[in-house]
């Protein structure tokens, strides 16, 4: 009897390294999704849910705070609110978690523009670049962000010579940030005028 | 089909002392043959239903009072069975061992047939999963309905569209939009579900 329980043992345990070993290869070979597709029915965990819509509304209330500082003069304390946005906790593999903190990002690198933070603007719209999984509408205005950094940053070497060397390498990297951001805003409308 | 002696178990009860009426002593000897018939193997095609009850209490008496004793060759062919399975042999076929040995095989080998069946099984899922062509997408809706995409999480560049630079910094705005969306979208589903099991 010892043997026949372990055989039961043995092929239970068998069927659960199995049917894990099957979802991990799943998970594994899943690849990312593109921009523009359209989203697989079949998939119930990419319904919407309320985890979703509570991470979203809290993303809302932290841009109204910004807003309201922001109108106050009080652009640290707006930063500051942006700043939480990226640690939000979305549900894992939400597109729109990739777009909310992209926008975030965008918004925050203007903030730090706006106070004359250019190397830690230029930081946040790297750092949003590299983790974006797929090209979208709001990685284009990261490029375009960036594009404006390039042109603040060519606007203080400059000072009163335009023909600055660095300022010229600056507003040559500020046409190619706005290119590259252009090229994504025309390819994202291809795709979606060729799905309606 | 009802006899005059069908009243034998509902009708009066006679006095202890009592003389037996010539119908009782009748009743009497028919029911005597009816036994001795049962127990040598020949019981009649029917019986009425008093005669039946009457038939199992003697039949219970009689076993009560021990006189149900096995023949001695069949005594004999049951103590050679018990005999022979005690060793790990077959028993004889026809004895009265051999549902005990059949039972006791079944439930020394139903164990692994569960095992085995749960194995071929475990096997099989996996080759479906390892060997399903690559063009079918992993969790294909085969024979599911289609939800709309209003009700899924999905990527925001439908809904917002190219962001002009002049409002690269509305991200205020945007927010809102998709927002809306998406509690629209949950809303049609929890509304939509509703009345289904």
């Known amino acids: 009897m010892k043997h026949v329980l372990a055989g039961c043992w043995i092929t239970a345990a068998l069927a659960v390294v199995a049917v894990t070993a099957c979802s991990a290869e799943r998970d594994a070979g899943d690849p990312p999704r593109p921009a523009t597709r359209l989203t697989d029915p079949a998939d119930s965990s990419e319904l919407i849910g309320q985890d979703l819509l509570v991470a979203l509304a809290q993303a809302k209330n932290f841009h109204h705070k910004a807003k309201v500082f922001m109108s106050d003069g009080n652009l640290p304390a707006a930063t500051a609110a942006v700043r939480q946005i990226l640690s939000l906790a979305f549900p894992h593999g939400a597109p729109e978690a990739d777009d909310v903190r992209n926008d975030a990002r965008a918004l925050l690198a203007k903030l730090l523009i706006s106070q004359g933070q250019l190397d830690e603007a230029a930081r946040t719209v790297a750092e949003g670049l590299a983790q974006s999984q797929r090209d979208s509408f709001f990685v284009a205005n990261l490029y375009t962000v960036q594009g404006e950094i390039h042109e603040a940053r060519a606007a203080a070497l400059a000072g009163n010579d335009a023909g600055a060397p660095g300022a010229r390498d600056e507003r040559h990297a500020a046409i190619e940030a706005y290119d590259r951001s252009i090229q994504i805003n025309e390819r994202l409308q291809k795709k979606l005028m060729e799905e309606r | ?197």
């Open chain 2, 1 to 197: 089909m009802a006899t005059q002696d069908d009243d034998t178990l509902t009708g009066s009860v006679p006095e202890p002392d009592a003389e037996p009426t010539p119908a009782e002593l009748a009743h009497a000897r028919r029911f005597a043959e009816l036994i001795d018939k049962t127990l040598t193997g020949r019981p009649p095609p029917a019986i009425s239903a008093d005669d039946r009850a009457l038939l199992e209490v003697a039949t219970v008496i009689r076993a009560t009072h021990g006189q149900l004793a096995l023949a001695p060759d069949r005594q004999h062919a049951v103590v050679e069975d018990a005999l022979r399975q005690a060793i790990g042999a077959r028993p004889a076929g026809g004895s009265a061992a051999t549902p005990l040995a059949r039972a006791r095989a079944a439930r020394r080998w139903a164990p692994w047939l569960v095992a085995g069946a749960s194995t071929l099984v475990a096997a099989a899922a996996l080759l479906v999963l390892w060997l399903r062509p690559p063009g079918s997408p992993a969790g294909a809706p085969i024979g599911r309905a289609a939800v709309p995409v209003e009700w899924m999480s999905r990527p925001a560049d439908a809904l917002i569209g190219p962001i002009a630079r002049d409002h690269a910094g509305d991200a205020g705005a945007r927010i809102d939009a998709i927002f809306a969306d998406r509690l629209d979208g949950f809303r049609a589903r929890r509304l939509a579900r509703r009345g289904r099991p």
